[in-house]
């Protein structure tokens, strides 16, 4: 009985495995525009106004859940919406695209069915740290921005892609300088203009895009257009800190997968859980299309904890993700002496907030 019991549940896992394999195949769409106003704010900082257009496959399942990932985790999650055929789109901080920052939105009633279009617009009002002295001329601040793009995996077929920077209110137009665009197909020289409030515009527009590269654009403009303290000047330290925090996430980020790994060739049932928890390889931002419901993912300090790492690296990890969220500063290195900065990004995780 008890053999009979076994070979059962093994022919279920392997049905499983197998049901869960086709309808991964199943996801397949176009995104044949996307249009991206950049706000360069006079008070040093950014917003985004995106306009995406998602052509879904016939045969591919409904698009009901998009990741779109943020330049960095200084942004105000309250100033977020989005919206699809004049309704409004809940907009959720539990992001799962390749990358540490963005946002999600569940497309709920308005899910893009097989065979179906629809446009998704995400607006964000506030991001900060967006600016750094210019590299050519220290009397210039510049930024530079890349638009959402999607995994390969998923999206096909060309994009008719647009970006325009919105800079400054009072930067004149013999001032400003643009930046040579990275990887992108149309020309390198952006159209110039005026916006309805009158400040310099720098528009960049290819239809021969796609929608899984990463195009990078930017512009320089004298410093005085923006608060001092707005620019973002980095130190050795940060450099430091930014990049054992990098090697510390990256680390913890592997090693659960390695785990997940070994349980599934050692037993074909935790395929069906790797499954449903969306263990997939996403490229930043990323776009989810599954028939189950939303499945998300665990921070590095959450994945460290359940692996049982030591008390000590786990409050490292949460002392470097804190630095570099801006919610603490380090005063003195040794002994270590660190302060609470009075203004707290919204980006914290309760832990982190509880650290703090």
């Known amino acids: 009985m008890k053999r009979r019991l076994f070979l059962l549940l093994m022919l279920l896992a392997l049905a499983l495995g197998q049901a869960t394999s086709v309808s991964a195949q199943t996801y397949s769409f176009q995104m044949t525009n996307e249009l991206v106003h950049v706000y360069l704010n006079q008070d040093g900082t950014m917003a985004l106004d995106y306009y995406f257009t998602f052509s879904n496959d016939a045969s591919a399942d409904a698009i009901d859940f998009v990741d779109v990932g943020l330049p960095n985790g200084n942004y105000d999650f309250n100033s ?5 055929n004049g309704g409004a789109l809940k907009v959720t901080s539990d992001y799962q695209g390749d990358g540490s920052y963005g946002v999600g939105v569940e497309m709920g009633s308005q899910a893009i069915r097989p065979g179906q279009s629809g446009t998704v617009r995400v607006y964000v009002g506030r991001i900060t740290r967006m600016f750094y002295p210019d590299s050519d001329d220290e009397n210039y601040a510049s930024s530079e921005f890349s638009p959402t793009w999607f995994g390969s995996q998923y999206v096909h077929g060309p994009t008719d892609l647009t970006v325009t920077f919105h800079l400054p209110p009072g930067v004149q137009p013999q001032e400003p300088r643009w930046h040579k665009p990275q990887r992108w197909p149309g020309s390198e020289t952006p159209e110039t203009g005026i916006d309805e409030n009158g400040r310099v515009l720098y528009t960049w527009r290819s239809p021969d895009a796609n929608g899984s590269t990463q195009y990078t654009f930017g512009a320089s403009f004298p410093k005085q257009y923006i608060p001092e303290d707005a620019i973002v000047r980095t130190t050795f330290l940060d450099m430091v800190f930014g990049a054992i925090a990098v090697a510390v ?3 913890a980020n592997i090693l659960p997968f390695c785990c997940f790994g070994g349980l599934f060739f050692g037993l074909p049932i935790w395929g069906v859980i790797s499954e449903r928890k969306r263990k997939l390889q996403y490229i930043k931002p990323s776009i989810s299309i599954e028939g189950h419901g939303i499945k998300r993912g665990l921070t590095a300090v959450e994945a460290a904890i359940l692996m049982g790492q030591p008390l000590d690296k786990v409050m490292t990890m949460i002392l470097f993700s804190s630095v ?8 003195k290195r040794d002994p270590l002496v660190v302060e609470r ?6 980006t914290l995780q309760p832990y982190e907030k509880d650290f703090v």
Not at 80 to 84: Q, V, W
């Open 249 to 251: 996430g990256g680390l």
């Open 341 to 346: 900065i009075p203004s707290q990004p919204d």
């Open 80 to 84: 977020i919406s989005a919206e699809s």
């Open 324 to 331: 570099k969220k801006g919610a603490v500063q380090v005063v």
